[in-house]
Structures are given as C-alpha cells and as structure tokens.
C-alpha cells in the first residue's frame, strides 16, 4: 500500500481524472475528500471510494471562493486531524475553448484564471500552515499541456495552466525546507467529461477522439483517467521521496509532433 493511512482532498474529484484519482488512492490504503461543486456525482465517487474500504466524504466547495476553501480545509483537519495529499485538479474551460483573443470578454479571462489558476492558490494558501505543522506534504497541481504547447488559440486557459507552473516551481522551493513537495502533471489530451461538450457538437465523438489521438500524439492515442491517476499516485506517494518543482507529462510522447512514417 503505497499511501497506507494518508488523508488527501482531491478537488473536482466528483468526475474525471479526480475521480480515477480518488479511486487509485482508495486502492493505495488512503482516505479521501472530494471537494467539488457537483454534488451527486461526487456521491458516487465517495460511494466508489467507500466500496475500496477507505473513507471517503464529499465537502461541496467552489475552488474559486476563499470562504469555501478555508472553511474545507479546516472541515477535512477536524474530521481526519490532518492533510498529508493536495490535489488540485479542479478546473477546465467552462464548456469550450475561448477561441481568438478578440473573443475573451473580460468576465470570462478572470472566471478562466479563477478556476484554473486562483483555486490552486487558495488550496495551497490554506493548506500550507497545517502541512507546516506536520512537517510533511505532497501537492499536486493539475497543469496542461496547452501551457507550453498550445494546440490552439485559447490564451486564457493556457495561460493560467503556464501560471499553475510557475506557482508550482515557486512553492517547491518555498516549501521544501518544511518536507512540502510541490509537482505539476501536464496532460495531453485525456477522455474525460471535460470533452463532453465537444463530444455532443459532432455525429461520431470517438472518430473524432481517434483522430485527435492519431494527429497530435505520438503514442497515436488519447490518454486515460487512469493514466493520469497513476502519475498522481507516483507523486503523492514516497515513490517520488527526492521529486520537487516538476512538471510531469502525461502526455503520449506530447509536446513531440506525431512523425507521419512512410508506408
Ligand atoms: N481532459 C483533458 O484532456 C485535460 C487536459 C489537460 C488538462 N486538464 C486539466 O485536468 C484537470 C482535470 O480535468 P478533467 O478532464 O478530469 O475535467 P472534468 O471536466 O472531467 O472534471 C472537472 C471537475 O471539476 C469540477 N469543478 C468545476 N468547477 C469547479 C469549482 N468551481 N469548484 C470545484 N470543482 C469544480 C467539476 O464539477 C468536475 O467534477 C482540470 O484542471 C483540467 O483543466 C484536462
């Protein structure tokens, strides 16, 4: 059991890579919060947790509001007595990519970069003094491939997942002389409900998917939940005992362009 008796919050852990997260955790002999805004999926993944014989428990939080992450970490500390795993995978593109510069109204560049970017800070901000105290922490901060090489135009979603880097470096330094580790996870492209959206605009999402994974991944394919979740289990765990300030891709080969071979 790799994190045999730990407590992490995952945040948007109700679907998506959080929820694969929450579940690989369980398997790994640790407790889990889900901190999200959908209610009754997050059931169903605390249920999931639960099946694995670990504690799970749903804390509805919106990342972006300071009361709310405060008000989550001091809920988790009084429950568990303590935080040992932050994950703060919580973001996405509020149902479509910005598109053109021109396009991003000033409402939806500070919604985009409160959600991706802000919410990490709040996370960390409030969980730090209590993984001081302990002397130990592990935080995991969800960035994107489309921080360092965009796949399109969408300035407000990548630059807040480039931001989640630089706050990720920072902090490792920052925190290291307490035993906090800080990494990123850069994914590629992943299937997720993230995609749903796009998924529902075309007659055949899979072919679409397939070509996704064909055109722009070396390893010719969109990645899993899962894969994402094992990456996250590497740096939650004592696996990564002498990792800080890194940027791990989980990205199929990405940002490498797929090599088109001569048949
Ligand atoms: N899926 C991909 O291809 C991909 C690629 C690169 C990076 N990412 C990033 O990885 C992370 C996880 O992505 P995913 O694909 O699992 O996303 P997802 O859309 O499937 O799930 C996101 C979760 O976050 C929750 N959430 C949204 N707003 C919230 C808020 N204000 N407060 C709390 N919870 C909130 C949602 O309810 C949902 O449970 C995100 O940060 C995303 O930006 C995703």
Same mark, same amino acid.
């Given at each position: 059991? @790799?994190?045999?008796?730990?407590?992490?919050?995952?945040?948007?852990? %109700?679907?998506?890579?959080?929820?694969?997260?929450? @579940? !690989?955790?369980?398997?790994?002999?640790?407790?889990?919060?889900?901190?999200?805004?959908?209610?009754?999926?997050?059931?169903?993944?605390?249920?999931?947790?639960?099946?694995?014989?670990?504690?799970? @428990?749903?804390?509805?939080?919106?990342?972006?509001?300071?009361?709310?992450?405060?008000?989550?970490?001091?809920?988790?500390?009084?429950?568990?007595?303590?935080?040992? =795993?932050?994950?703060?995978?919580?973001?996405? =593109?509020?149902?479509?990519?910005?598109?053109?510069?021109?396009?991003?109204?000033?409402? !939806? /560049?500070?919604?985009? *970069?409160?959600?991706?970017?802000?919410?990490?800070? @709040?996370?960390?901000?409030?969980?730090?003094?209590?993984?001081?105290?302990?002397?130990?922490?592990?935080?995991?901060?969800?960035?994107?491939?489309?921080?360092?090489?965009?796949?399109?135009?969408?300035?407000?979603?990548?630059?807040?997942?480039?931001? *989640?880097?630089?706050?990720?470096?920072?902090?490792?330094?920052?925190?290291?002389?307490?035993?906090?580790?800080?990494?990123?996870?850069?994914?590629?492209?992943?299937?997720?409900?993230? /995609?749903?959206?796009?998924?529902? %605009?075309?007659?055949?999402?899979?072919?679409?998917?397939?070509?996704?994974?064909?055109?722009?991944?070396?390893?010719?394919?969109?990645?899993?939940?899962?894969?994402?979740?094992?990456?996250?289990?590497?740096?939650?765990?004592?696996?990564? %005992?002498?990792?800080?300030?890194?940027?791990?891709?989980?990205?199929?080969?990405?940002?490498?362009?797929?090599?088109?071979?001569?048949?």
């Amino acid at each position: 059991m @790799l994190l045999k008796d730990r407590v992490a919050i995952i945040t948007g852990g %109700s679907v998506g890579m959080g929820r694969s997260t929450a @579940l !690989r955790f369980a398997e790994e002999g640790c407790s889990v919060v889900v901190a999200d805004i959908n209610e009754a999926e997050g059931k169903k993944t605390v249920a999931a947790v639960s099946k694995k014989g670990k504690e799970g @428990l749903f804390i509805h939080c919106d990342v972006t509001d300071t009361s709310q992450v405060q008000d989550l970490i001091s809920k988790v500390i009084s429950k568990f007595g303590k935080i040992d =795993i932050m994950d703060n995978n919580a973001g996405g =593109i509020l149902g479509q990519p910005s598109g053109i510069i021109e396009g991003i109204t000033d409402e !939806r /560049w500070q919604r985009i *970069i409160d959600l991706n970017l802000k919410s990490a800070f @709040l996370c960390c901000r409030a969980v730090v003094p209590h993984m001081k105290e302990k002397k130990y922490g592990k935080i995991i901060n969800l960035s994107s491939m489309g921080a360092v090489d965009p796949p399109g135009a969408g300035a407000d979603y990548n630059t807040a997942k480039a931001g *989640i880097l630089g706050l990720t470096y920072d902090l490792a330094l920052e925190l290291a002389p307490f035993n906090i580790y800080v990494n990123a996870i850069v994914p590629g492209p992943i299937r997720t409900p993230f /995609w749903d959206p796009l998924a529902k %605009s075309v007659p055949d999402a899979d072919a679409l998917f397939a070509a996704v994974g064909k055109n722009e991944v070396p390893l010719g394919r969109m990645g899993t939940p899962e894969e994402i979740a094992n990456s996250a289990l590497f740096l939650a765990s004592d696996l990564s %005992s002498y990792v800080t300030g890194q940027a791990l891709y989980v990205a199929g080969g990405q940002p490498l362009s797929p090599i088109a071979m001569p048949v």
